[in-house]
């Protein structure tokens, strides 16, 4: 049976980049409110001066007769007025002199062309009109004046129409890139999903193509096959490690037997020989041991037995275990601060942690180093701390000798395999956790920090771990911290 954490089946959330598509939205249909009210007031404003235009076409043919062309104009203006009672336009004549002559409208002698006036609409208010004032042959002035109280109107209603509409257009655009975001979300959430549980192990999970469609289920497909070879690839190269380091301890066990029996039963002259060359083996099947432990963490296969785990009696237990061992070397181990803190965890594979961050400590640290162990509580979860004042690590190397066989480069920390710290690196990344190496001014400060929630809890099928799910790989602190020297 295999439990994802509830930290992996987060909900889908809608990001930043579905919010600057809403705004620039609307943005975009702001623009268009404010073009089309540009347009529709020029419209207007076309129609006006086509019509006024017009109306001066019709009485500049009166003109054509010669000098009786002021009467005939002033004569049609009158009778215009006689039959219009009301209209949308007013028809004014001015002699040369700038005296009216025909017209009611009591207004001053406009600039030839068209232009804007103001008079007074029914001797109450002042009203705006639009005006095209044309200079006859004899010299007197024609104006046409057309009321602009449609298009003032259109003015006042326009900017409120724009505005209503941007704002709908604001809503409904912001809603329906968020709805598309959130749909999108949600599918890409199966995506995910299957992502996370296959970097906590799960190299069986594949990304469900039930409710996807389009593009989504084509990358899925895609990424299941993906997924597919990955599997396959993994699967032969644990079969080839395993196979491997099985087959190599079987006689590497062998000779370590016949060495240790010949510095017994052989030439004394030989024995000296015999013992280095049978600590040397012992070594190797260490180093391979800490093999198969780094690759059954790393890849999931150890069979874990996750549960509410107590760090503060787990951390003076291996004090307790370790104080002898860097006193054997020279050094001292203090126990600091110890809160009670709790976390979902593996207590072999924890105990294996700080062992051996602390055999490192007695491995490649001088004598008379001190070291202290911690354990705090903050708002993430658990904080566990050791620091020594030893010779530290160059600043280049502190993040490098995580990595499998990779060591310092001075002389104090180039010995050993180079796994100690990165099987502790595997163990916390198990626990959804994080290591940090930093130098302590002097010697090298360890923390650790291990999430209290939302811990990977996967147990593997016993065709995968060759047990059953409930088994739990039980070393005892000597064993384990054989596995930590070895791997140091």
């Known amino acids: 049976m295999r439990l994802i954490p509830r930290a ?43 019509s006024l235009r017009y109306h001066a076409a019709k009485y500049l043919a009166l003109t054509e007769g010669g000098g009786t062309a002021d009467a005939a104009v002033a004569a049609k203006i009158l009778d215009w007025q006689r039959r219009k009672v009301l209209s949308e336009r007013t028809y004014v004549l001015f002699s040369r002199d700038g005296t009216r002559i025909a017209g009611r409208l009591d207004i001053a002698p406009p600039r030839p062309g068209f232009s804007d006036v103001r008079f007074l609409g029914g001797g ?14 004899s010299g007197s002035l024609l104006v046409i004046v057309q009321h602009s109280e449609a298009a003032a109107s259109l003015h006042a209603l326009l900017p409120g129409v724009v505005l209503a509409i941007s704002l709908v257009a604001l809503v409904m655009g912001v809603s329906a890139t968020f709805l598309f975001a959130r749909l999108t979300a949600s599918r890409l959430a199966e995506t995910q999903g299957a992502a996370d549980a296959i970097a906590a192990g799960d190299l069986s999970r594949r990304i469900p193509t039930g409710r996807l469609d389009g593009m989504f289920a084509v990358q899925a497909d895609s990424l299941n096959r993906m997924i597919d070879r990955m599997e396959e690839l993994v699967r032969a ?27 017994l039963d052989g030439d004394p002259a030989l024995s000296g020989t015999l013992d280095r060359a049978e600590r040397e083996c012992a070594s190797i099947i260490a180093i391979f041991d800490a ?69 490192n400590i007695a491995t490649h640290t001088p004598a008379g180093t001190r070291a202290r162990l911690s354990l705090e509580r903050d708002a993430g979860g658990a904080v566990i701390t050791i620091r020594d004042d030893g010779p530290g690590l160059p600043a280049a190397d502190l993040a490098r000798v995580t990595r499998p066989f990779e060591r310092g480069t001075s002389a104090s920390v180039a010995r050993g395999s180079g796994l100690g710290l990165a099987i502790a690196q595997a163990i916390v990344r198990f626990h959804h956790g994080q290591i940090d190496l930093a130098d302590a001014a002097p010697g090298l400060e360890v923390r650790v920090r291990i999430p209290a ?28 911290a054989a596995v930590g020297s070895a791997a140091a």
Not at 9 to 30: C, D, E, N
Not at 124 to 137: C, D, E, I, V
Not at 297 to 319: K, N, Y
């Open 291 to 359: 093999l198969l432990r780094l690759a059954e963490i790393e890849t999931g296969r150890h069979p874990s037995a996750m549960g509410t785990l107590s760090l503060r009696p787990l951390i003076e237990d291996v004090a307790d275990t370790m104080d002898p061992v860097i006193a054997d070397r020279g050094g001292t181990l203090e126990v600091g601060r110890l809160d009670d803190v709790a976390i979902t965890g593996d207590p072999d594979l924890i105990n294996q942690l700080l062992i051996n961050l602390l055999e």
């Open 124 to 137: 109450r208010s002042y009203q705006l009109g639009r005006a095209l004032t044309t200079r006859l042959p």
């Open 453 to 480: 929630n939302d811990l990977p809890r996967i147990w593997f099928s016993d065709a995968e771990t060759g047990a059953a799910p409930s088994q739990r790989s039980c070393k005892d602190s000597s064993a384990l």
């Open 8 to 50: 992996l089946l987060r909900s889908p959330r809608v990001g930043r980049l579905a919010i600057q598509i809403g705004v620039a939205f609307a943005i975009t249909m702001l623009a268009v409110g404010m073009i089309g009210f540009s347009v529709a007031d020029a419209w207007v404003s076309n129609r006006i001066d086509a």
């Open 237 to 263: 190269q644990r079969l080839f490690s395993s196979n491997l380091a099985h087959d190599l301890r079987t006689p590497l066990t062998r000779l370590r037997g016949t060495l240790a029996r010949g510095a």
